[in-house]
């Protein structure tokens, strides 16, 4: 490699995937816009995300809005929507469908819920920056045989695998179903997000085909993940469907089975500030699929007022 292709390489902030696992220090804020009374959330709601790295925003969506998003996850998982069969996630050992991918690309409905105000607006504030959607989906948890979502930090897998130079993302879950404590909610470790865990090990290729359905490589070990509960604790979001949860892009986050009767389901976007699109990854030979990662979006997204139905 020349001289002048060195000193053009993205400089990594945040080094994983080694050959032993690292804690390092969080390099950049978590709230990058500054709180005015103009702000789309509270000075309370702004400080409790930049301390817990989550916000749980209740009642967000009214009950018409949520019944026609019900109605059009059921259209998609049903098959009459004709996904492309890379676009769906199964569960580990079974037909049902565990996750749908480019929901906003599938779904007139999803893509105008991915651009509303309410969430977009928020997560541009929190960002102070204009957003483009780095990856959207549908999770579904069935009842009875909902598997788990195993501890992990989204933006290690983003930075090696993506190529996310910085931390500066943010998730949306739009709860479809109501969630409570008993059918596997999403679980978070609130004041994880300032500890980058630097994973051990080397990225296979192709890794994306086996870890969407159970992730190995990227997790922290069970020493990171006990000494972070024990410094954190663990919260789990509960709330009813409307409900919008917004996460960091470094909280440490899973969620357990579900062996309740009731399914679980979401529609979750990755909301990525223009100025921090992906690069070359970090840590993998190549990129992820673009259902996984998008590459090649050509401006941000653009935010709408009003209610969806």
């Given at each position: 490699m020349t001289m002048s292709a060195l000193n053009s390489a993205p400089?990594?902030?945040?080094?994983?995937?080694?050959?032993?696992?690292?804690?390092?220090?969080?390099?950049?804020?978590?709230?990058?816009?500054?709180?005015?009374?103009?702000?789309?959330?509270?000075?309370?709601e702004t400080h409790s995300f930049e301390k817990n790295g989550f916000l749980i925003l209740n009642g967000v969506f009214?009950?018409?809005?949520?019944?026609?998003?019900?109605?059009?996850?059921?259209?998609?998982?049903?098959?009459?929507?004709?996904?492309?069969?890379?676009?769906?996630?199964?569960?580990?050992?079974?037909?049902?469908?565990?996750?749908?991918?480019?929901?906003?690309?599938?779904?007139?409905?999803?893509?105008?819920?991915?651009?509303?105000?309410?969430?977009?607006?928020r997560v541009s504030y929190l960002l102070d920056d204009e957003v483009y959607l780095h990856q959207s989906r549908l999770n579904y948890k069935p009842g009875f045989t909902g598997k788990e979502f195993y501890w992990h930090s989204d933006f290690e897998t983003w930075h090696a695998e993506d190529g996310m130079p910085r931390m500066r993302a943010i998730s949306a879950s739009v709860l479809l179903t109501d969630n409570d404590a008993l059918n596997g909610p999403l679980m978070l470790m609130p004041g994880?997000?300032?500890?980058?865990?630097?994973?051990?090990?080397?990225?296979?290729?192709?890794?994306?085909?086996?870890?969407?359905?159970?992730?190995?490589?990227?997790?922290?070990?069970?020493?990171?993940?006990?000494?972070m509960a024990n410094k954190f604790g663990i919260d789990y979001a509960a709330g009813r469907a409307g409900t919008v949860i917004l996460f960091d892009c470094n909280t440490l986050h899973g969620s357990n089975g579900n062996i309740t009767p009731f399914p679980r389901s979401n529609a979750f976007f990755v909301y990525n500030a223009w100025s921090n699109r992906v690069q070359a990854p970090f840590a993998a030979e190549a990129p992820r699929p673009a259902f996984l990662s998008s590459r090649d979006t050509e401006h941000p997204i653009a935010i709408e007022s009003g209610k969806l139905v």
């Open positions: 400089q990594d902030a945040y080094p994983t995937r080694l050959p032993q696992e690292q804690w390092l220090e969080r390099k950049d804020p978590t709230v990058w816009g500054k709180w005015t009374p103009e702000a789309p959330l509270t000075r309370a009214s009950a018409a809005e949520v019944a026609a998003l019900q109605a059009e996850s059921g259209r998609m998982r049903s098959g009459e929507a004709g996904l492309a069969p890379e676009n769906t996630i199964t569960e580990p050992g079974s037909d049902e469908v565990r996750t749908v991918f480019r929901l906003d690309e599938q779904s007139s409905l999803f893509d105008r819920l991915a651009r509303d105000k309410r969430i977009a607006g994880s997000h300032q500890t980058f865990v630097a994973c051990a090990g080397e990225t296979p290729q192709n890794n994306h085909q086996t870890s969407l359905q159970k992730q190995e490589i990227g997790v922290p070990s069970h020493d990171s993940l006990s000494r």
